[in-house]
Nanobody
């Protein structure tokens, strides 16, 4: 069993930056593929980026060059550094975990955090 708790969301102006954290509890964190999804009002939850246990990263085209994912397997934490934020990045951001490498589909993930709101003003 893994529990995930996100933090770091908030309100930021366009062009600004935010750093989200996802703290995981439970054993064998390093064996999990970790991912960030986001969900804007009225839209489906969409994949943002993921990271394997070994640090290999997978980015959605919409955030390449702006967002970075990293993990600290000692602290059991995954980070999402978001730069050059745009109003269209406004959403609830969710951390998710699955055994094995990260995937791009919601149904692949076994564990989810409660989400953290990110609002980008124009």
């Amino acid at each position: 069993q893994v529990q995930l708790v996100e933090s770091g969301g908030g309100l930021v102006q366009a062009g600004g930056s935010l750093r989200l954290s996802c703290a995981a509890s439970g054993r064998a964190f390093s064996s999990y593929g970790m991912c960030w999804f986001r969900q804007a009002p009225g839209k489906e939850r969409e994949y943002v980026l993921g990271i394997s246990w070994g640090g290999v990263t997978y980015y959605a085209d919409s955030v390449k060059g702006r967002f970075t994912i990293s993990r600290d397997n000692v602290k059991n934490t995954v980070y999402l550094q978001m730069n050059s934020l745009k109003p269209e990045d406004t959403a609830v951001y969710y951390c998710a975990a699955k055994i094995g490498p990260p995937g791009q589909y919601v149904y692949e993930y076994d564990y989810w955090g409660q989400g953290t709101q990110v609002t980008v003003s124009s």
